[in-house]
């Protein structure tokens, strides 16, 4: 399996774009950050999208990856999120008010996006991958996916949450795992609220991860405030001396092979 990060920060700047994952060439996981990311050739080979939750900064590649594949090979991409997230996003983003509505473009028959609801809980078969969606703590409702290849390689990717993720653990055992840190430990009631992770929430759920599963997974950090990077990397490497384990910040192109 290879996870290559395509977006890794809270905010698009150059240099900088909002989250993405590509497992394999063929499966993005969140839209943030994809059609800038990667060549035409390279995003021929998309064929699914995962979306964690409806927010603007994890779905808005899908319009432009959605032109892309509409437009220039009359391509067709399945679309995996809860039914929650996808009424919002074909209801908000793909109603054709404001561009194309690729649920029904080139043709209601063969339409560029086909949208499938995911049940929490419920193992699935998507793109070849065992894919498990687990609820995660953020602001509005959102999940992270456990995502395992067919040769048992896994990650867990717990999208935006905060505190209580922890609550995943006992399904799951990834052999990565890849979160969010949006801002730094001192805006940590705000964080909260938002529902996101500093490095001290961090802490205290791979704390459990260890205490519950024996082990604790690599853990690759995404969703980077990009003005407190430098006080995140800071923060998190304190958390990785700490715990004696492997935390890294991710970064734009970065290449992880399982
Ligand atoms: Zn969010
Ligand atoms: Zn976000």
């Known amino acids: 399996m290879v996870i290559r990060v395509l977006g890794a920060h809270l905010s698009e700047l150059r240099g900088a774009r909002l989250t993405s994952l590509l497992i394999d060439s063929a499966l993005v996981v969140d839209a943030g950050g994809v059609t800038s990311a990667l060549s035409l050739s390279e995003q021929k080979k998309i064929k699914t999208v995962l979306l964690t939750h409806h927010h603007f900064d994890h779905t808005r590649d899908l319009v432009t990856l959605a032109a892309n594949t509409g437009y220039y090979w009359q391509g067709q991409l399945a679309v995996h999120a809860p039914r929650y997230t996808l009424d919002i996003v074909t209801k908000y983003l793909l109603d054709g008010t404001m561009y194309m509505n690729f649920l029904e473009y080139p043709s209601k028959e063969k339409?560029?996006?086909?949208?499938?609801?995911?049940?929490?809980?419920?193992?699935?078969?998507?793109?070849?991958?065992d894919v498990l969606a687990l609820p995660a703590k953020h602001s509005v409702p959102a999940v992270g996916y456990q995502i395992t290849s067919a040769d048992g390689?896994?990650?867990?990717?717990?999208?935006d949450t905060?505190?209580?993720?922890?609550?995943?653990?006992?399904?799951?055992?990834?052999?990565?795992?890849?979160?969010?840190?949006?801002?730094?430990?001192?805006?940590?009631?705000?964080?909260?609220?938002?529902?996101?992770?500093?490095?001290?929430?961090?802490?205290?759920?791979?704390?459990?991860?260890?205490?519950?599963?024996?082990?604790?997974?690599?853990?690759?950090?995404?969703?980077?405030?990009?003005?407190?990077?430098?006080?995140?990397?800071?923060?998190?490497?304190?958390?990785?001396?700490?715990?004696?384990?492997?935390?890294?910040?991710?970064?734009?192109?970065?290449?992880?092979?399982?």
């Open 153 to 159: 390689k896994s990650i867990f990717y717990t999208g």
């Open 162 to 258: 905060t505190l209580g993720i922890s609550d995943c653990w006992q399904h799951i055992s990834p052999q990565l795992l890849i979160t969010e840190v949006a801002g730094p430990n001192e805006y940590g009631d705000w964080l909260k609220k938002a529902g996101h992770l500093c490095a001290r929430f961090l802490k205290e759920e791979l704390t459990q991860f260890r205490q519950l599963k024996g082990y604790l997974p690599r853990v690759i950090v995404i969703h980077i405030g990009n003005v407190f990077e430098q006080k995140i990397k800071e923060e998190v490497a304190q958390v990785a001396q700490k715990l004696e384990a492997d935390i890294s910040l991710g970064y734009e192109d970065m290449k992880v092979i399982l």
């Open 111 to 129: 339409p560029t996006l086909i949208c499938e609801a995911i049940e929490p809980y419920t193992r699935k078969t998507i793109a070849g991958y």
